[in-house]
């Protein structure tokens, strides 16, 4: 019995403990979670980008295409990993991927990538496995698709969709 | 406390079934950002996992892992791996986007189960060796229990003096509300693509008040565990809670939904049968 209390009391502490760390600091440091889920307000001033995939396909058709349909794994995640991408989040960490590196280093910087310079294998990604769904004669397959970003510049509750530019890979 | 092995483990179980991992493999490792303990492994490990090949050897693994967590069978070893590789996984999938929280209090409830005699009942492992349930004291099964209602609890009482810490009365804003909804009900990256978050404008005199009754509401969740004739309240304001930034913000917590039978008494029905 003395033995179960010491290791009760020693799972509760190695549980707690980190998760009361990241309570004080407001730090998720995997798989040390504080709730931080809209902890700050929503700003009406403040505007937002956000982002439509969409497909072109055979027959000339201009599709919307939700993410979660092709990469359900990624599930409610997606916006954040487009966030991410477009901002170019993964040439600003400390250990780049060798790839990312030497595309860093053939730009001449960070300064120097254009933005969303991983989009387009993203796209290629998605846009193959939504054709592989599809006869190889298919109207609906995919001819390109494309990403397009919109913001809405707040202050009123109009205008949501203002176009900022587009993504678009050849398929 | 079997009955919670499978409803935790269950849960994965489902949500890795129905998951594509080969499409999840298509997706450029160089999109990665590794989070947390994930930044200790090295590329060359991904380049190889982020193949439909090697992602698909994952979800074999982790199937075959659950299933048997969630029967009870080999539980001491089961509920072990099961949690090891759940703990991976999400890391992985965090690592594509954000830190979100779903299913981060089913992570912390494997960890408890793995560590604790949850395959003692209502497992193969006992129909298997036809043996008497083993006289451990109610402790034993009880504490554990009380460590998960205490999780679920933590989740929200914490996350209500966050905003509280961090906002301060600006949360209770009547922009705050109809502003973050609408956000989100923009793109088509979102699962869903509810449209509700419009209506709100025209009602935003009234949203204060809601934000208030959602504060309370997460405050008082601890009572929860210690007070069962104020449970059903609780947990029925957070099934409204989770319904609701379903309906209007498209956001979803349907893993951190599925832990609320850990708080019915299991052992009321087994008495009455």
């Known amino acids: 019995m003395n033995w179960l209390k010491i290791k009760y009391a020693l799972l509760t502490v190695a549980i707690f403990l980190p998760l009361f760390w990241a309570f004080v600091y407001v730090r998720n440091a995997y798989p040390v979670a504080t709730w931080n889920v809209m902890m700050a307000p929503g700003l009406l001033e403040r505007g937002r980008s956000y982002w439509i995939l969409r497909g072109e396909t055979v027959s000339g058709q201009t599709i919307d295409i939700p993410p979660i349909t092709l990469t359900n794994a990624m599930y409610s995640r997606t916006w954040t990993m487009v966030n991410a991408t477009v901002a170019n989040q993964s040439f600003k960490i400390p250990n780049l991927h060798p790839a990312n590196a030497e595309l860093l280093r053939q730009s001449g910087g960070l300064e120097q990538l254009p933005p969303g310079a991983r989009v387009p294998d993203l796209l290629r990604a998605w846009g193959s496995l939504y054709n592989e769904r599809l006869g190889a004669s298919s109207p609906q397959r995919l001819k390109a698709i494309r990403l397009d970003m919109y913001r809405w510049e707040g202050g009123s509750y109009a205008n949501y969709d203002k176009f900022i530019e587009s993504w678009r890979q050849e398929l | ?273």
């Open chain 2, 1 to 273: 406390m079997g009955v919670a092995r499978v409803v935790v483990h269950g849960t994965f179980l489902v949500s890795v079934l129905i998951a594509s991992f080969s499409a999840l493999g298509r997706l450029p490792v160089t999109i990665l950002r590794p989070t947390g303990v994930m930044k200790y492994l090295p590329w060359s490990f991904y380049d190889r996992l982020l193949t439909p090949a090697g992602m698909t050897t994952l979800k074999v693994v982790m199937v075959l892992s659950l299933m048997l967590s969630t029967a009870g069978l080999f539980t001491v070893v089961s509920t072990k791996t099961s949690f090891l590789l759940v703990l991976f996984y999400q890391g992985l999938l965090r690592s594509f986007g954000h830190f979100n929280h779903d299913e981060m209090l089913g992570i912390y409830c494997l960890a408890v189960l793995a560590f604790t005699p949850c395959g003692d009942q209502f497992s193969l492992d006992q129909w298997w060796k036809k043996r008497k349930p083993i006289a451990r004291p109610s402790f034993a099964y009880a504490y554990p229990i009380l460590l998960m209602q205490l999780l679920i609890a933590w989740t929200y009482f914490s996350s209500c003096l966050l905003k509280l810490r961090a906002s301060g009365l600006s949360y209770l804003s009547p922009d705050n509300l109809p502003s973050l909804a609408i956000y989100h009900s923009l793109d088509n990256l979102h699962d869903t693509a509810f449209r509700l978050a419009f209506w709100l404008p025209q009602f935003k005199a009234y949203l204060p008040v809601v934000m208030v009754v959602v504060l309370v509401w997460e405050f008082c969740f601890p009572l929860a565990v210690f007070f069962p004739r104020w449970r059903w309240l609780l947990l029925g304001g957070g099934v409204i809670f989770h319904l609701s930034t379903l309906f209007f913000m498209n956001i979803f917590f349907p893993h951190q939904l599925a832990l609320y039978p850990i708080f019915i008494n299991w052992d009321r029905f087994r008495k009455t049968d």
